[in-house]
């Protein structure tokens, strides 16, 4: 019972222990939270800020600090101005009367000034240091020159001029900190000038502690060395060296004692620097070894324990600072990772937001898509009915309104009226020059006046005719934009797809590709992976530039790579820069797994120089390549003109991402819109994905194609109107599988149609390609079109174009190097 009791209880002290905690967390996050809107947005921190800056010293008399940072306040936070100003008055009062008299001086000055030349100054930002420089100056003659009964020293110049010098460069310095320190915007990063400036308020901030001390330890020692920690740990042996120096050289301007503090928080910084891979421990570890070394070797006599003591204090400081404040002070310093870090996050939002804009404009398109391509055929029928009224109105107004039949026709006999004005205009709609005999008859029985009714309708058929082709024109129209819009809806969905693709991180596969290429004893400079995947591998390289270069990258590198891989590697890009210290860029990528080797021949009409057929091959970045045929209708320089912009269109609109099917549906739509000629091209398109060496074949109007493997001939042939003629067709898709020495031969039909007293061109083209002893492209193009040229006996009747590409395997040129290595990929081992 006791146990059981026992176990009861202990739960629940659990569990009220947790809630201590957690209203202790609570009550600490909202005092945290209270203190920082009284210190920050009530404006509190430059009354502090103020008053340790009023009494900061340079060269023991001089207080450069004080008008620069009140005039930034004034600039920037000029509701917290008064607090700021009471803080300096503060401060001023602890050194001296006559110190605060002289700040009071100052800043009244500036005032009065400022509101004098405010109209005059346009830019306050630029004319706001000297008008700095010239109230210290004013201030400083005019004190002196009352001091020292009405005369001006030369040293009284002197300090005047360095005093205001200092104002000037301390007004350009917190006119950057001031908005960092108030926090009075979001901050995404601080520049390189930024941190300095930064560095040298926070430095100037402490000098303002000099000569306080508690329990036999200075302030300002016990501020600075922890400044240095805070930036070593956060920045590294840079940044923590750099505030080591700032600081100390600031001490030292203030009293000559301290410029002994100067190598010490300098080798501090630069020894936590290099030990903040330990974290706190380790920039500990740098102070305190720093001090220990700088207190044993100093010649100053300054006494050692004070000083650890002073250092074992900082390190307090820093162990009691929230791990909070150091992660968000690092991400503003460029350098470091938290920085890169919060940089890979902003990018990695704008990133999914612009494929969110991205995918939204897709929609839109598919949308605009749909609404374009909605086609209500009752309306269709409405409009046709409403069309023939009026059509009939504008014939009777001319015929039968002065007719004494009409009300026995259009009162009594409407629907037999009205069907047989309709079956005249639909027949002569037809194109039919007279009517029917029937329907002559059947007119004249009804009809008064037939041959007026007639010469009538014909003379309203243009206009009816006019406005339906303007109707077709417009639904030709409406379908082309449909097919675009749904076309760039798709092509923008995949692109949506591919941004919100992250970059794999691959830091341990770069590492041991370093490794093990510089084992081989070549030397590498950066290694960027992209995309590890099989038959898409993405790597850059960056090697030092040598002046007697052999090939190394496609007979070594690209080698090692491919044993590393397990696949085969190839140099897709190289830039180089010569010179002493210069480097190369190298991209490696997959190779393909078939290879395309194309040859072609032409010839004019005639043996003219211009031909109506254009040809193509073009590399797709989908690991696809095209090779296209077109035949303009006739010859001479419209035709080439027509063929070749059919490619043209072709080509981009492929480039583009969209598919081959509805490219050729738009390039036909183009054509058959931007003319009333009666133009058009054929079109022969073929498609080989160099992965599988699959092959579509997609043929307008085009003769047939043949591909040639060893002895055996396949015929592909489609039936298809030429390009530009009808705006509704379906494009035929002829898919094949090539293996590896295949010929496919293309041509136009000049080529195909060429021979002369030859009853099958097909049996005789088979029979040509198949004599052919020759598996070369180029000589396959050259002996086919001489073939044609002979059997008419030398004549060219019409334009020739013969394109043959051959298929082959891609075999690499250098074989793959072994390693001895097993390659690490998403915790995999390939060879």
Known sequence: MERVERDIVEPVGQVDLEERKLEVF????????????????????FLLIGFLLGRALILSHLTPFALPFFVAVFMLRRESAPLAFIGILAGSLTLSIEQISYSFATIMLFLVAHRLFRNFAKQDTISLPFLVLFTVLAVDFGLAYIQNSYVLSGYDVLMGAIEASLAFVLTLIFMQSIPFLALSKRVKSLKMEEVVSLIITLASITSGTIGWSLYGLSIEHIFSRYLVLVFSLISGAAIGSTVGVVTGLIFSLASVASFFQMSLLAFSGLLGGLLKEWRRLGVSMGLLTATLLAGMYSENGIPLAPSMYESLVAIMFLFLTPKMVTDQLAKLIPGTAEHSKEQQQYLMKMRDVTANRVEQFSEVFQALSKSFSHFNVNSLDESEEREVDMFLSHVTEKTCQTCFKKEQCWATNFQQTYQLMTDVLYELDAGNEKLSQKLTKDLEKHCFRPKRVEEAINQQLTYYQANQKLKKQVYDSRKLVAEQLRGVSEVMSDFAEEIQRERENHHQQEEQIFEAIESFGMEIEHIDIYNLQKSNVDIDMTVPYSSNQHGECQKLLAPMLSDILGDNIVVYKEECEGGLGGVCEITFRSAKAFAIETGAAHAAKGGGFVSGDSYSTI??????????????????????YESNETLRLLQQILKSGIEEKLAIKAVNSILQLRTTDEIFSTLDLLMIDLQDATANFLKVGSTPSFIKRGSKIIKVEASNLPIGILQEFEVDVVSEQLKSGDLVIMMSDGVFEGPRNVENNDLWMKRKIAELETDDPQLVADLLMEEVIRTRAGDIEDDMTVVVTKISHNLPKWTSIPMNISFSKNKKKIS
């Open 619 to 640: 590399e797709l970045g989908a690991g696809k390549y095209a090779v296209a045929i077109s035949d303009g209708m006739g010859n001479g320089e419209r035709a080439h």
């Open 26 to 45: 609570q009550g600490l996050k909202k005092m945290i939270f209270q203190l920082q809107e009284w210190l920050l947005e009530k404006g509190f921190i």
